[in-house]
């Protein structure tokens, strides 16, 4: 049986198809590609390397606008934040220094500066990332840690809908794509690590730090 990579409850097969076998917890419901098919560090690097992100690129800004919107409207100019897995190409953060943030970035392949994750920030922004995370246990402690009380966390994912589509899904057939979420899935990150979570578009999840919360 394997245990899940984020709560460590038992889980179940969920879906496989010729590429992976995907299983899913029955705590969190986290769905999550057998490790054992998850790339090498130098074979994921060359994935990403592949993405052409820039920052003229009006297409793309119209696409990361749909957390920058939201996330703007919770904000004062001014405040501190962190891009969180920025890639090749950083453009959020220039998006919302332009705003008038004060911005730090952090990419463990692109900008591996470990020093910007010793502090806590206003908000932090995580666009088409957490499905990359390997060990999400862990990778959710790292994130959340960045976060003072009544800070903001900014997502963007695509979350699961049901077993049937799950099997037909593109998103799932990106190899460095690794960990799937739900509602579910948010929930259970809410309540373990004390975080208010409001879906604001489809794809689109915006999570604040309890004030006064203590972890178990």
């Excluded at 934040?81 to 911005?103: H, K």
Aim: charged share 25%; net charge neutral; hydrophobic share 35%.
């Amino acid at each position: 049986m394997r245990c899940c990579p984020l709560c460590a409850h038992r889980t179940e097969p969920y879906v496989e198809d010729r590429r992976r076998a995907y299983f899913q917890c029955l705590r969190c419901a986290l769905v999550f590609a057998d490790p054992a098919s998850q790339l090498e560090a130098a074979e994921e690097k060359a994935e990403y390397d592949r993405h052409q992100n820039d920052p003229a690129d009006w297409r793309y800004r119209r696409f990361l606008n749909r957390l920058a919107g939201p996330l703007l409207s919770r904000l004062s100019p001014g405040m501190q934040g962190l891009d969180y897995g920025c890639g090749p190409g950083p453009t959020l953060s220039v998006m919302l220094e332009e705003a008038g943030m004060s911005m730090a970035v952090f990419d463990p392949f692109y900008r591996p500066r470990t020093d910007v994750l010793n502090r806590t920030y206003d908000f932090v922004t995580c666009t088409e990332v957490v499905e990359h995370f390997s060990n999400p246990a862990q990778d959710w402690g790292r994130l959340t840690a960045l976060l003072h009380p009544g800070s903001w966390l900014g997502i963007m994912t695509k979350l699961v809908i049901n077993r049937e589509r799950f099997a037909t899904w593109h998103y799932k057939d990106d190899p460095t794509h690794v960990s799937f979420y739900s509602p579910e899935t948010f929930a259970w990150l809410g309540t373990q690590f004390g975080l208010t979570v409001e879906r604001v578009d489809q794809d689109v999840l915006m999570l604040r730090k309890m004030i006064g919360f203590r972890s178990a």
